[in-house]
C-alpha cells in the first residue's frame, strides 16, 4: 500500500491517518538514502545457480557515485546503505534457496 492509497483510505473512513502506520514516501526519506538506493539499484548483481545471490558488483561503483552526484561527505554513508541492504539481500536469499532445498528434499 503506498502512501497515498493509505491517506485515501483513511479519508474513506472518516478517519485521522495515523503517521505511524502511514507507509512512507519517496519524499519522507533524505536525500542521501534515495541516492544510496538508487546507486544500491545500479550496481549489476553477482548470482551463482547453486548458491544464489551474493553480492553486488562493485565494478562499476565509482562511475555510479559520480553519474548520482554523490558528493564526498555523502560517500560513506551511502556505501553503509549500501552494505546493510546487501547484507539483507544476501540473507533473503540465502533463506529461500533454503526452504527450497528442503521442500525438495521433503519431496523426494
Request: charged fraction near 30%; charge should be negative.
Amino acid at each position: 500500500m503506498t502512501k497515498d492509497q493509505y491517506l485515501e483510505m483513511m479519508e474513506q473512513q472518516g478517519e485521522d491517518p495515523d503517521w505511524d502506520k502511514c507507509p512512507p514516501d519517496w519524499e519522507d526519506f533524505p536525500s542521501v538514502i534515495v541516492l544510496g538506493l538508487n546507486v544500491y539499484n545500479s550496481l549489476g548483481n553477482r548470482m551463482y545457480p547453486d548458491i544464489g545471490f551474493v553480492g553486488k558488483d562493485y565494478t562499476n561503483y565509482g562511475f555510479m557515485l559520480e553519474h548520482w552526484g554523490v558528493e564526498n561527505y555523502q560517500k560513506d554513508f551511502v556505501f553503509e546503505i549500501i552494505q546493510m541492504m546487501e547484507h539483507r539481500d544476501i540473507e533473503t536469499s540465502q533463506r529461500k534457496l533454503k526452504a527450497q532445498y528442503e521442500k525438495v528434499k521433503r519431496g523426494k
